[in-house]
DNA sequence: CTGAAAGCGCTAACAG
DNA sequence: CTGTTAGCGCTTTCAG
């Protein structure tokens, strides 16, 4: 009554003898329509839809090389980060009418490795998000599909990344403007390009507008992390602190407030990514948006691009721009 | 330099000439290694190593029938409902030596079939979450593989579900304890298994403990349905309120606090399913909680049981118990 | 233990 | 427009 584990299913030859047709002839109904005569090809639909007849893209795949999907992986789809993301590489792919499959690797490379290995060749491009793998290992995969590398550059791969130095600079600028003078750097993951490139952001803005730059850490990129940073950074505290991303701001905030200090009277405090918390969580947090929508939308975009053959596919990264946006967790200091 | 849109990859075949041996070998190499010479078997993968060989999982899956893979389809990846369902998916998934891949459907019936389409040959077996689609078209995709469907009975389908019955008398009797004698009830998506099974649930206890139950909606199973739930329970406000689910809940003591009132002060909410956002938001929610986790590892081993053929693939629905988490969003009636 | 041959379901190239 | 003939990459008989 239930679900058949071997139940061989109809294929195209049944629907052609149904039909008294050839199998070719089958074929052609259904992926060029218009070579086939009007009334056979009515009579084959008929037939097929009949006898319950799916084909099977898979087997398609094996001589087209297509799949019309596109996978789109990640370390954790708990991560509110990423629903922006995955919401635009969905739009995109359905757009283009590709559908698009999510993977998790829960953070772990081996994981990643095997779910690599397995959903490669179902799909006709990987869009790689958080990947914990090698630059080399991320080669390697490139050579066999088309991949695009979010948020991180990989020398040879393509890739699509949020302007964080620019971010960093609207940062400590609008912190200057409220008068502060110095400034901690709550560090993210020591391995990840996103957490070099926006410590180096906010440094050399730094320096430019004479904020005293300094920095904790590196702690997880988690709400826990921030609230560790707010341990060390209360050992020499500073007035201002912008963090590797928004759940660290909010740990971040949290520990504060454990100690008994407020925010943002006793310190002002910056996130980045602008992901979904950060409206919701009190204050609501000063933030430094990333281009969540676009990046999903820039990378499945170019994956189904290349995948599609374009020809200049540059390795230069695509840069999105951020924009900050201003909230309730920073504020004027006091003379 | 960057990815090959068709450029034919490694195949058994080269790694059979370079090896020496006939395809057949390099085959059972892999897949069966007691079956073949331990020196050949050495030297053929030294050799696949070599030319970075990467088996297509597809192709074989053309003549094994078998991919390893399962699909989870949900309706939208960004509710924190489907969170823990995913994870314990995954981990029973992994577990059992599978990948899991997610597919997001957007709450549209005809993507949902799309994605069905493509992905259905390229998984041993499918866990349909909150689906879009009718019965009828439900049992046709089990005719095909394995399904289970979660949360909703399906005459034929095994499934596995929220004992949605004994939850909403939980929640019945803590309000019946605190001195309630009314309570409203806020409807979710008519169409709806488990709306349905709530709100009987509800009507059922409310008539054993005396309890005047009412409802307004339906309404959409979002905050904001909340939100508009609580316009139309002001017109005849009841001392307690039980949900749909958490997050109608959470829209709800919003719209409440939006016309000036307060949790639980002027009214008791209680969610449904204990979703992560009913710790975070304040007042905490009192919720029943749904065994997430349990659902989404239950579902996941069972259509890999039905994969692996089960034998009595019983179809009925398997039920999992939930479980009342008190918060602050209930309180005794004053006197 | 290993090779040869056939076939999974579908498409593509080539004739008619 | 349609039939025939080869394969896609891999596994699986069936011999040896």
Redesign the interface.
């Known amino acids: 009554?239930?679900?058949?584990?071997?139940?061989r299913?109809t294929t195209i030859y049944d629907v052609a003898k149904a039909a008294g047709v050839a199998p070719s002839t089958v074929s052609r109904a259904f992926s060029r329509p218009g070579r086939v005569n009007a009334e056979t090809a009515e009579r084959i639909r008929a037939v097929a839809a009949e006898l319950?007849y799916?084909a099977?893209?898979?087997?398609r795949?094996?001589s087209t090389?297509r799949?019309?999907?596109i996978?789109v992986i990640l370390a954790d789809?708990?991560n509110p980060v990423f629903?922006e993301v995955?919401?635009g590489a969905?739009l995109a792919a359905?757009e283009a009418g590709y559908?698009?499959?999510?993977?998790?690797t829960?953070e772990s490379a081996e994981?990643e490795r095997?779910?690599l290995?397995?959903?490669?060749?179902?799909v006709d491009?990987i869009v790689l998000t958080s990947s914990r793998m090698s630059d080399s290992a991320i080669r390697?995969i490139?050579?066999?599909?088309?991949?695009i590398v979010l948020n991180r550059v990989v020398t040879?791969?393509?890739s699509v990344v949020t302007d964080n130095l620019r971010g960093m600079r609207r940062a400590a600028e609008h912190l200057g403007e409220l008068g502060h003078e110095q400034v901690c750097y709550l560090a993210g993951p020591e391995a990840s390009w996103a957490d070099g490139m926006r410590w180096r952001g906010l440094r050399e803005a730094g320096m430019e507008l004479e904020l005293r730059v300094r920095r904790v850490g590196p702690y997880p990129p988690t709400v826990n992390g921030g609230v560790a940073a707010a341990a060390e950074w209360a050992r020499q505290r500073t007035s201002a602190v912008v963090a590797y991303n928004d759940q660290m701001a909010i740990g971040f905030m949290r520990g504060v407030r454990a100690m008994g200090g407020q925010v943002p009277r006793d310190v002002s405090v910056v996130g980045f990514d602008n992901s979904n918390l950060s409206e919701?969580v009190?204050p609501a947090l000063t933030t430094v948006a990333s281009p969540l929508h676009s990046l999903g939308v820039t990378a499945a975009r170019n994956v189904l691009a290349?995948?599609?053959?374009a020809q200049s596919?540059s390795?230069e990264a695509v840069v999105l721009p951020t924009k900050l946006v201003v909230r309730e967790s920073t504020s004027a200091i006091e003379a």
Chains 1, 2 share one sequence.
């Open positions: 009554m239930a679900a058949p584990p071997g139940g299913s319950g799916r099977n893209p898979q087997a795949a094996l090389t799949t019309s999907m996978a789809v708990t629903f995955v919401r969905e359905y559908t698009m499959l999510l993977a998790e829960q994981r095997a779910v290995e397995r959903a490669l060749s179902t491009g390697q490139a050579k066999v599909k088309p991949v040879g791969v393509p919701i009190t290349i995948s599609r053959g596919r390795t």
